[in-house]
Nanobody
Framework: VQLQAYGGGLVQAGGSPRLSCTAS????????VGWFRQAPGKERAFVAR????????TYADSVKGRFTISRDNVKNTAFLQMNRLTPEDTAIYYC???????????????WGQGTQVTVSS
């Protein structure tokens, strides 16, 4: 599966952008999807994951209550709605996919190219 993430940009603190991740290739519903981010000078970190049909989600503590992951398998797209952003959310955001749900929050196989989100104070 090929993934393409988009929707990033420069956002003011408190803003609410939505990232999208469009997939092509095999049926999108065959894959669990995760979002990760890499802040400057830091390692890439798990942000959120969603199961194949979208019935279950998991979040990192740092974004819980502010971010929402969702998916539309008809449109082959996953989303990350981000609310109440702070400068600490500045990072490159990556979407990822894997048919193995148990690896989607650690080492998924397929990655998108990343989209930069910069939060200004």
């Amino acid at each position: 599966v090929q993934l393409q993430a988009y929707g990033g940009g420069l956002v003011q603190a408190g803003g609410s952008p939505r990232l999208s991740c469009t997939a092509s290739g095999r049926a999108f519903s065959d894959y669990a999807v995760g979002w990760f981010r890499q802040a400057p000078g830091k390692e890439r970190a798990f942000v959120a994951r969603i199961t194949f049909s979208g019935t279950a989600t998991t979040y990192a503590d740092s974004v819980k209550g502010r971010f929402t992951i969702s998916r539309d398998n008809v449109k082959n797209t996953a989303f990350l709605q981000m609310n109440r952003l702070t400068p600490e959310d500045t990072a490159i955001y990556y979407c990822a996919a894997d048919s193995r749900i148990w690896v989607i929050d650690s080492y998924p196989t397929y990655w998108g190219q990343g989209t930069q989100v910069t939060v200004s104070s």
